[in-house]
């Protein structure tokens, strides 16, 4: 009897999520076409046609070499995937806060080593209004200053005092 209903729960498990992969198909854009592939849910809640959102997203880990960060990329995944479901793009305040490693992830060719690989990404979010925000401690600790950091990058005394001031501004903090 045991083994019949682990066998039944593992095949219901196998068919879900092969209905899942199969019945998806991500797609980058509609409002940030380079990045940020998505797929639209169906049968997903809609939101309310005055849907706005400020959504902070906290940075720690660097991407691998010569990759996209991908929490750098979170940012053109949120704005997409609510753009296609119709929230204004006005209507969202994206801020992403960087810290510890991923600091090196901000910086120009120079102090990166070559070619950043986030660099096209980072001014593409910048010109859809995403702020990049970089702890001034963790800058100091990898010895980093601002003239190290991309073009439009803001330089914080701390990620904590980035986090609270946007806070304090209405913005919520992405877990993801």
């Known amino acids: 009897?045991?083994?019949?209903?682990?066998?039944?729960?593992l095949i219901?498990?196998?068919?879900?999520?092969?209905?899942?992969?199969?019945?998806?198909?991500?797609?980058?854009?509609?409002l940030i076409?380079?990045?940020?592939?998505v797929v639209i849910v169906d049968g997903a809640q809609p939101l309310p046609a005055d849907t706005g959102f400020s959504v902070a997203f906290d940075?720690?880990?660097?991407?691998?070499?010569g990759a996209l960060n991908r929490k750098f990329e979170s940012a053109a995944r949120f704005?997409?995937?609510?753009?296609?479901?119709?929230?204004?793009?006005?209507?969202?305040?994206?801020a992403v806060v960087v810290h510890g490693p991923a600091v090196l992830d901000l910086t120009g060719a120079a102090r990166?080593?070559?070619?950043?690989?986030?660099?096209?990404?980072i001014e593409t979010l910048q010109a859809h209004g995403v702020r990049f925000i970089v702890c001034g401690q963790s800058a100091a600790f990898q010895n980093v200053g601002k003239e190290d950091l991309l073009p439009g990058v803001e330089l914080a005394v701390s990620a904590m005092t980035a986090h609270a001031l946007l806070q304090q501004a209405g913005y919520t903090l992405n877990p993801f």
Not at 33 to 37: A, F, H, N, Q
Not at 79 to 94: C, E, I, P, S, T
Request: proline fraction near 5%; hydrophobic fraction near 45%.
């Open 1 to 9: 009897m045991r083994m019949r209903s682990v066998a039944l729960g």
């Open 12 to 30: 219901l498990l196998i068919t879900h999520f092969t209905q899942v992969a199969t019945a998806t198909e991500f797609e980058k854009g509609p």
């Open 33 to 37: 076409t380079e990045y940020g592939p």
């Open 59 to 65: 940075v720690t880990a660097r991407g691998a070499e």
């Open 79 to 94: 704005l997409n995937m609510h753009a296609a479901v119709g929230v204004k793009a006005d209507n969202m305040r994206l």
């Open 112 to 121: 990166f080593g070559g070619a950043n690989p986030n660099a096209d990404m």
